[in-house]
């Protein structure tokens, strides 16, 4: 009776509760609304997930508006495996919150916290959802307003600049997507993205086209962070809330991907990106600078988790590297490196929000000789970093895998190279932690410091370890990144290696 | 148990030992008795596989599918026998031997050296049967990340920078340039498995070839063969029982065994045979044995002296196996295990000195036999062993590659073995002369021999080195198996 409307619900739930949370004016309440939402959406997600593997995507019309005149949900196994990131990362996060948004939000706006929060994850839902251009639009604007407001509410003054910063980069992108869908309106004269695609066909040489195709991926690029439209994330990321970085980083980024994936795959076509515009060109390099350039600033900074944000940009410029291959086994690559940095590098902001809880700081100074004070949080922390190093049977190398395997199949064998010889700047990043963590004298002011509560240690080692049994058991990541992307390429599902 | 499962059990034992280690962590005479009893049990479980591999079996198992088409998959064949013998074995002394030297030197943190240990050895039984190149890659890592504590053991800043090196050059090289060779191997040739004739035979030109070759030649660190080597005298801040074990047995002959799978299971010896490009080889690892010998000479430090030692007796092995000769290739494989038994003891030895005398510089021990025989002498057979002398097995492993090498015409690797012979003589022998025959410092405090576990470990290793030279009939049918298809 209910499963109809799946899709619906997947976005209008958490949209109708972010009010509630207003109204109910009590931080406690506000989380534990929250916490149902999330697991509730989790349960959604996955269900439409296992009904879109073995079926056709589902189609669901808004108030009973035909598709393409009204605005259609569209659930295909791309999307369905987005949504069940999204959702899964905002359940695990929403747990540890409860702990750590009480020490670091002011308690009298522990309740609008949560109404932000769950905007932002309907947004971040709703852009996953939908099969419509500009309705794609709405819920971009959605999930970036209120992480703005979300970093905004950091303890650290500088978390306003970081806000804003953001805020100006974001609306910049949101300005470029929204022109690229207007003029793809005004080509094809349609909004339903699948009717879009249809009407695109045999236009490629259209120059409306292209420039509407040009705006989309510079404004989904300044979102999604690639080198060097980035600049806005290391700020964001180092001074908003722990809970918020660890939910942004693990989700926000990854949607904007999935974004830039749909409307090259699904909506232009490879042949206007990689033929008739030189993406092939611009993309890999952008990508390999990202790796570089992102990992070695990470190797300089002080405030670890500036620095997994500078790893964070290092690690998308895995996820297009694989996209830009324009490959099977490269688009499985990045949308298996989507979902497993998701877990990674969430787990590790986590198990950073763990010790900002205790100390009130990620300073490298700070974190001298944690290892003893806080084994549970520090032994995630390295399991974590050896998956952003890509040691076998961690996730991160599952991706790495794939990468490299795709970049040998297209040839471009110097890629390979690249892409292992980034992994080693990992390890010296990583490392840094761990030597300061392991292996320094902590502090005498520290000797009070204790593991933090378990509502934050068990989330943070739910994610870590995932990222661990993802790196062993991958039948369930590579098959279905593996369908989405023999979907997106319309290709018939290959056995190749 | 049927063979296959003990080949799925025997990675796993060790795993299963270190947890009850962990879990027995506060009653240390408890976690000492399960280190041993799980050596025990691995070494029971490891040598129950021999009649089935002498007899022509090769029993196999899988874990798991790790990729589609990649498992963790195990399969034994008669240099990993030999190998997870040897390692299996001698970690049963190696645990006697740690009890003594931890509990004398009252060392911290004890639980996590046995629970790394134990690690250590299961990922050293997973190299040894790894069934495919990348369950081996998957193991080797893990070796490596194992071992990481230990050599850091103290937690000091010389440990910390030294554990820098180790980890930093391992980890380099096994992503940098194994794992791409790995890659570029399932890439060409759609397999990882380890066939007798190789899989690489017409799948790539002979210039990739050769690069791949050299790849996985470097990209294989544990190997140590030369400009690849630093991390192993750096991995000397560790404990004696880790440099006994893991520095002269388990992790180093885990890149040089991993070198032979290689050469022998993905390359195929009559693929390299008339491969051009290849031969570099022989001069590479040549050059490793002189230089690293005279480096050994002039290290004052005992244990350093030992790490340079290693570095060129790693580098015999590869030398051996790049002749390409059926004598050579058993001499080679021979080897590994010749050069543990004797390796361990002089690490014992030198354990055991430092224990008693607190003596590390190779110029305080003159006259030391006097007080420590037993030592001395064990370190004498060490030494005799380490220049391949008789009753030392040292001998029998270098008689095999000296003459596969005069079969197969190379002079140079001859002549490699002649001088490194004799620069092994100068850098051993006047210890051992110097230890009984000049009289010791009359200023110095009495001593005697270190605790009984040690004595008995080095006593132990010590009779195996010799015990081996007179019965090398095991592991030379293992070694001929190996090579029986090139005669």
């Known amino acids: 009776m209910i499963?109809?409307?799946?899709?619906?619900?997947?976005?209008?739930?958490?949209?109708?509760?972010?009010?509630?949370?207003?109204?109910?004016?009590?931080?406690?309440?506000?989380?534990?609304?929250?916490?149902?939402?999330?697991?509730?959406?989790?349960?959604?997600?996955?269900?439409?997930?296992?009904?879109?593997?073995?079926?056709?995507?589902?189609?669901?019309?808004?108030?009973?508006?035909?598709?393409?005149?009204?605005?259609?949900?569209?659930?295909?196994?791309?999307?369905?495996?987005?949504?069940?990131?999204?959702?899964?990362?905002?359940?695990?996060?929403?747990?540890?919150?409860?702990?750590?948004?009480?020490?670091?939000?002011?308690?009298?706006?522990?309740?609008?916290?949560?109404?932000?929060?769950?905007?932002?994850?309907?947004?971040?839902?709703?852009?996953?959802?939908?099969?419509?251009?500009?309705?794609?639009?709405?819920?971009?604007?959605?999930?970036?307003?209120?992480?703005?407001?979300?970093?905004?509410?950091?303890?650290?003054?500088?978390?306003?600049?970081?806000?804003?910063?953001?805020?100006?980069?974001?609306?910049?992108?949101?300005?470029?997507?929204?022109?690229?869908?207007?003029?793809?309106?005004?080509?094809?004269?349609?909004?339903?993205?699948?009717?879009?695609?249809?009407?695109?066909?045999?236009?490629?040489?259209?120059?409306?086209?292209?420039?509407?195709?040009?705006?989309?991926?510079?404004?989904?690029?300044?979102?999604?962070?690639?080198?060097?439209?980035?600049?806005?994330?290391?700020?964001?990321?180092?001074?908003?809330?722990?809970?918020?970085?660890?939910?942004?980083?693990?989700?926000?980024?990854?949607?904007?991907?999935?974004?830039?994936?749909?409307?090259?795959?699904?909506?232009?076509?490879?042949?206007?990106?990689?033929?008739?515009?030189?993406?092939d060109l611009i993309l890999p390099p952008l990508a390999i600078l990202a790796m570089f350039v992102g990992s070695l600033v990470a190797i300089f900074q002080d405030d670890v988790k500036r620095m997994l944000a500078y790893s964070s940009v290092a690690q998308i410029g895995y996820i297009v590297l694989g996209i830009s291959f324009a490959s099977l086994d490269g688009l499985t690559a990045g949308i298996v490196h989507l979902f497993n940095h998701a877990l990674t590098k969430g787990g590790l902001f986590l198990a950073l929000g763990c010790v900002f809880y205790r100390l009130g700081s990620v300073r490298l100074k700070d974190m001298r000789g944690l290892g003893q004070r806080m084994p549970l949080a520090m032994a995630a922390f390295v399991v974590g970093g050896l998956g952003l190093i890509g040691v076998p049977l961690t996730a991160g190398f599952v991706s790495k895998w794939y990468l490299v395997v795709a970049a040998l199949g297209n040839g471009w064998w110097p890629v390979a190279v690249l892409v292992l010889a980034s992994s080693l700047l990992a390890l010296v990043y990583v490392w840094r932690v761990v030597e300061v963590v392991y292996f320094q004298p902590a502090p005498r002011e520290h000797s009070e410091v204790r593991e933090a509560p378990l509502s934050m240690v068990l989330p943070t080692w739910l994610l870590i370890g995932a990222s661990v049994y993802f790196g062993v058991d991958t039948s369930v990541t590579v098959g279905v990144a593996r369908s989405a992307a023999a979907f997106l390429l319309q290709a018939p599902l290959g056995a190749g290696p | 148990m049927s063979p296959e499962t003990t080949v799925a059990a025997a990675p796993l034992l060790p795993l299963v030992g270190a947890v009850l280690i962990w879990l027995a962590g506060r009653r240390p005479n408890l976690r000492e008795g399960v280190t041993l009893v799980t050596a025990g049990l691995l070494f029971l479980a490891v040598a129950s596989l021999l009649p089935t591999v002498l007899a022509g079996g090769r029993p196999a198992a899988v874990w798991l599918e790790l990729l589609p088409g990649l498992a963790i998959a195990f399969r034994v064949e008669p240099l990993g026998m030999l190998f997870a013998l040897v390692a299996s074995l001698l970690w049963i002394p190696n645990s006697v031997y740690s009890i003594g030297y931890m509990r004398a030197h009252r060392e911290a943190h004890q639980t996590r050296f046995y629970v790394c240990f134990a690690v250590a050895l299961g990922s050293t039984m997973g190299i040894a049967f790894a069934g495919n190149m990348f369950t081996l890659f998957v193991f080797y890592e893990a070796l490596t990340l194992s071992t990481y504590p230990l050599v850091t053991h103290s937690g000091k800043p010389d440990a910390v920078r030294a554990g820098r090196t180790y980890l930093g050059i391992l980890l380099s090289t096994s992503i940098g340039l194994q794992l791409l060779a790995i890659l570029s191997t399932w890439w060409a040739s759609g397999t990882l498995d380890f066939v007798d004739d190789g899989i690489l035979a017409g799948t790539v030109g002979d210039g990739t070839m050769g690069l791949l070759l050299a790849l996985y030649v470097f990209g294989i660190g544990k190997a140590a063969l030369m400009p690849i080597h630093r991390w192993l005298p750096a991995a000397m801040v560790a404990p004696v029982p880790v440099s006994a074990l893991l520095h002269a047995v388990a992790v180093v002959k885990a890149g040089v065994f991993t070198v032979l799978k290689v050469m022998i299971y993905v390359f195929g010896i009559d693929t390299l045979r008339e491969l051009a490009e290849g031969a570099w080889l022989p001069y590479v690892a040549g050059a490793t044995v002189i230089l690293a010998s005279l480096i050994a000479l002039r290290q004052d430090n005992l244990k350093l002296r030992l790490a340079y030692s290693t570095v060129s007796q790693l580098a015999y092995v590869v030398l051996a196996a790049a002749v390409l000769n059926p004598l050579a290739i058993a001499g080679a494989a021979f080897h590994i295990a010749a050069h543990a038994f004797g390796k361990i003891t002089l690490f014992f030895a030198a354990g055991a000195i430092y224990t008693a005398a607190h003596k590390t510089a190779v110029s305080e021990l003159a006259g030391i036999g006097r007080r420590m025989p037993w030592t001395m002498a064990a370190f004498a057979i060490g030494s005799l062993s380490m220049v391949g002398v008789p009753p030392a097995v040292g001998f029998v492993s270098k008689w095999y590659m000296l003459r596969g090498a005069v079969e197969a015409g190379q002079l140079f690797v001859v002549a490699v073995i002649v001088l490194s012979t004799l620069l092994n003589a100068a850098y051993f022998l006047p210890i051992v002369y110097d230890a009984f025959f000049k009289p010791p410092n009359p200023a110095e405090s009495t001593h005697g021999e270190a605790p009984l576990p040690i004595l008995l470990a080095l006593v132990a290793s010590a009779a195996g080195t010799v015990l081996l030279f007179g019965f090398p009939d095991l592991p030379l049918d293992l070694a001929r198996q190996l090579t029986a298809r090139l005669e």
């Open chain 1, 3 to 279: 499963t109809p409307h799946l899709p619906v619900l997947q976005v209008v739930l958490p949209l109708l509760a972010a009010p509630v949370c207003v109204l109910l004016r009590n931080g406690r309440l506000a989380w534990l609304l929250a916490l149902v939402v999330g697991w509730v959406s989790l349960l959604i997600a996955v269900l439409l997930l296992v009904r879109v593997l073995d079926g056709p995507p589902l189609s669901y019309a808004i108030g009973g508006w035909a598709p393409p005149w009204g605005i259609e949900y569209r659930i295909d196994r791309l999307n369905a495996f987005l949504l069940v990131i999204v959702a899964t990362i905002d359940a695990v996060v929403l747990v540890y919150a409860r702990a750590s948004v009480e020490r670091e939000i002011d308690p009298d706006r522990v309740y609008l916290f949560y109404a932000a929060f769950l905007l932002c994850f309907t947004g971040l839902l709703g852009i996953a959802a939908t099969g419509d251009a500009f309705n794609l639009f709405v819920f971009l604007e959605i999930s970036s307003l209120s992480s703005y407001a979300l970093i905004a509410m950091g303890r650290d003054r500088r978390a306003l600049t970081a806000a804003y910063q953001y805020l100006i980069m974001g609306t910049i992108g949101a300005t470029f997507i929204l022109i690229g869908v207007g003029l793809a309106y005004m080509v094809t004269g349609t909004l339903n993205m699948a009717d879009m695609a249809d009407r695109l066909v045999g236009l490629t040489g259209n120059r409306t086209v292209r420039v509407a195709f040009a705006f989309l991926t510079v404004g989904l690029s300044l979102k999604l962070a690639l080198f060097p439209l980035h600049l806005w994330l290391p700020n964001a990321y180092a001074y908003a809330p722990s809970t918020v970085t660890a939910f942004l980083a693990a989700t926000a980024t990854k949607v904007s991907v999935y974004a830039l994936l749909r409307f090259t795959f699904s909506i232009f076509g490879a042949d206007v990106a990689f033929e008739v515009l030189p993406l």
